[in-house]
C-alpha cells in the first residue's frame, strides 16, 4: 500500500488518533504498508492536519498505528517528509520556510486558510542543512521506538530532496550546489545518517522523477536523466529495502525526459541492481505484467487502497473494487476514510458491497 494523504490528524499536535490506527488495521492485508508522508520536525511542516513524528505525543499516537497493523498481520514503515521551500509562513509564525536557494517553486501550500502560493523562500545554510540531516535521523530513531517495520524516505517532487536535485531551485556555490554530485550529495548524507539507526535493508526512498505538473518548477531539466542514473548507480551500493520509482501520469514527449517515454521502468531496472518497486496506477492486470515482465520486483498500490481495506482479497477472488468518494480524501472524521466495507464472502462465493460509494 503506497503511502496516502488523508488528512486526519487534526489536532493542535498533528498526533496520528485511534481513528487513524483503524484505519491501517483495516488495510493490514496489504503485507507492506507504506505510512502516509509524515513530518520529520517542526520545521519541515507544509500541509494541514498531517502527522509528524517529532514530539513524545506523536510517538505514542504512531504506536496505536503500529500495533493496529502488527495485530492484523501486517507490516507498517513510516514515509519521513520534509517539505522544504513549498511550505508558507503560515506554519512558522510568520517566518519564512527554507530551502536549497531563495528561490520560490511557485506551487501553492495547503494552510489551515485554504490553499496559499508560495513565496520566496531564504536559503537554508550549510549548518542548516546539518541539522536538517540530523532532523532525519532523529525521525528515524522516533519511527523505531513507535514500533515500524521500516523507513522509507520521501523524496518525490515538490517535496525538499527533489528541490536539492533540480536546477530550478538550487542554484546554490558550495558542496550542496552545482554539479549533479553536488546537488544529490544530500541524499546519500540523509541515507547515511538513518543507517546508523536501522539496518540498510529497513530503509527506501522514494522518487518521482518525471512529474510534471502540480509541483510548481521542480520539473524535469537537462540533467534529470544524468541525475538519475547517477543516483541509482550508487543506490545499488546500499542494499536498501527498495527503490520506490513513481512513474509518469502524463505523456513525456517534449520534455528533457522524453527518452523515457517509452519503457520506462526498464531504465531504472538497467539503471539500479537493487529492488525495485514500481507505482503507476496499476491495475491487478497491469501489475501482474509488470512483474511478470521482470521491470519491477515490487508493485505499490495508492487510490484503489482507499475504497477497498481489503484489496489484495479481492485480487485474489477476482471480486470488483469499490469506488472512493474523492470529496472525503482530506476531510477528516470517519466519513470516507473507515466506513468503506470489505467484500462480503459466501462460502465458495464471494461478492463485493459498498461500490460506487
Known amino acids: 500500500m503506497a503511502s496516502l494523504t488523508r488528512g486526519r490528524a487534526t489536532n493542535a499536535g498533528l498526533v496520528p488518533t485511534p481513528l487513524m490506527a483503524k484505519y491501517y488495521a483495516q488495510r493490514a492485508s496489504a503485507g507492506l504498508i507504506l505510512s502516509e508522508g509524515t513530518w520529520l520536525s517542526s520545521k519541515a511542516i507544509g500541509f494541514i492536519n498531517v502527522p509528524g513524528i517529532f514530539t513524545r505525543e506523536q510517538i505514542e499516537g504512531w504506536k496505536l498505528v503500529t500495533k493496529a497493523v ?75 521506538e513507535a514500533g515500524f517495520d521500516g523507513i522509507e524516505i520521501h523524496a518525490q517532487a515538490g517535496m525538499l530532496i527533489p528541490q536539492f536535485l533540480s536546477l530550478a531551485t538550487n542554484q546554490r556555490t558550495d558542496v550542496y550546489g552545482g554539479n549533479i554530485e553536488n546537488r544529490a550529495r544530500i541524499v546519500f548524507e540523509i541515507l547515511d545518517a538513518i543507517i546508523e539507526v536501522w539496518e540498510s ?16 518548477i521542480v520539473t524535469p531539466d537537462e540533467e534529470t536523466i544524468a541525475m538519475f542514473q547517477y543516483i541509482l548507480k550508487k543506490l545499488s551500493d ?66 484503489p487502497f482507499i475504497a477497498n481495506p481489503d484489496l489484495s482479497e479481492r485480487f485474489k477472488h477476482n471480486l470488483p473494487l469499490s469506488e472512493s468518494n474523492q470529496d472525503t480524501y482530506y476531510t477528516g472524521g470517519e466519513n470516507g476514510y473507515v466506513d468503506y466495507p470489505e467484500a462480503v464472502y459466501a462460502g465458495a462465493q464471494a461478492t463485493a458491497s459498498g461500490e460506487n460509494r
Do not use: C
Not at 201 to 216: C, D, E, M, N, Y
Open 70 to 144: 502488527h495485530d492484523n498481520g501486517g507490516l507498517i514503515f513510516s514515509q519521513l517528509g520534509h517539505i522544504g521551500a513549498a511550505s508558507h509562513p503560515d506554519f512558522f509564525d510568520g517566518e519564512l520556510p527554507a530551502g536549497p536557494s531563495a528561490i520560490n517553486p511557485q506551487t501553492r501550500s495547503f494552510t489551515p486558510e485554504g490553499l496559499k502560493d508560495t513565496l520566496t523562500p531564504r536559503e537554508l545554510t550549510v549548518a542548516e542543512i546539518k541539522l536538517t540531516i540530523q532532523d532525519f535521523k532523529q525521525a528515524a530513531k522516533n519511527a523505531w
Open 201 to 216: 535493508t529497513r530503509i527506501a526512498i522514494k522518487f518521482a522523477p518525471v512529474a510534471l505538473s502540480h509541483v510548481g
Open 238 to 303: 546500499y542494499n536498501l529495502a527498495y527503490l520506490h520509482i513513481v512513474g509518469p501520469a502524463e505523456n513525456l514527449t517534449g520534455t528533457p525526459v522524453e527518452a523515457l517515454q517509452h519503457d520506462y521502468f526498464s531504465h531504472f531496472r538497467h539503471h539500479y541492481s537493487g529492488r525495485l518497486m514500481a507505482n503507476l496506477g496499476f491495475t491487478q492486470e497491469s501489475g501482474n505484467a509488470i512483474l511478470k515482465e521482470g521491470k519491477a520486483d515490487l508493485v505499490s498500490f495508492g487510490a
